[in-house]
């Protein structure tokens, strides 16, 4: 099971409820959820200066991604729902490599706004998803 962010100024509170909308049913042992009250940006400020987050090219990079694109087609969540309620905005992601003892174990994906559990609206922060890499 991937470990916890640390305890860091990010604040993260796990959201397993994540993990079951977005990942289909056999692969959510290898995912963990957890959101930050901070925006993408000083979350990213943050993990950047941690030892385990890893900085490789292109990592921890934000850009525009289609929600679609970002939650991928595997979950039990309604596709249309998530659509309209981004509308014509598409979150901002990052994605990096993090690492436990110098060994790559993690891969994160950072998305803000991210959408409430029941999809009703945007929220606030940061939603960060780690997949463990076996």
Do not use: C
């Not at 987050?53 to 525009?64: F, M």
């Not at 992601?93 to 029941?118: C, F, I, K, M």
């Amino acid at each position: 099971m991937p470990a916890a962010p640390p305890g860091s100024p990010a604040r993260w509170r796990e959201v397993p409820e994540y993990v079951a909308l977005f990942v289909a049913r056999p692969y959510r042992d290898a995912y963990r959820a957890f959101v930050s009250p901070l925006e993408l940006d000083a979350t990213l400020h943050i993990l950047t200066r941690e030892a385990e987050s890893l900085a490789a090219p292109g990592a921890w990079i934000t850009h525009p991604e289609s929600p679609l694109d970002v939650f991928g087609t595997g979950g039990t969540y309604d596709r249309w729902k998530l659509a309209r309620l981004f509308g014509s905005r598409q979150p901002e992601v990052a994605r990096g490599p993090h690492s436990h003892n110098g060994v790559v174990d993690e891969a994160w994906t950072l998305v803000a706004p991210y959408p409430s559990v029941d999809l009703s609206r945007l929220e606030r922060g940061t939603l960060l998803i780690i997949l463990r890499v076996p």
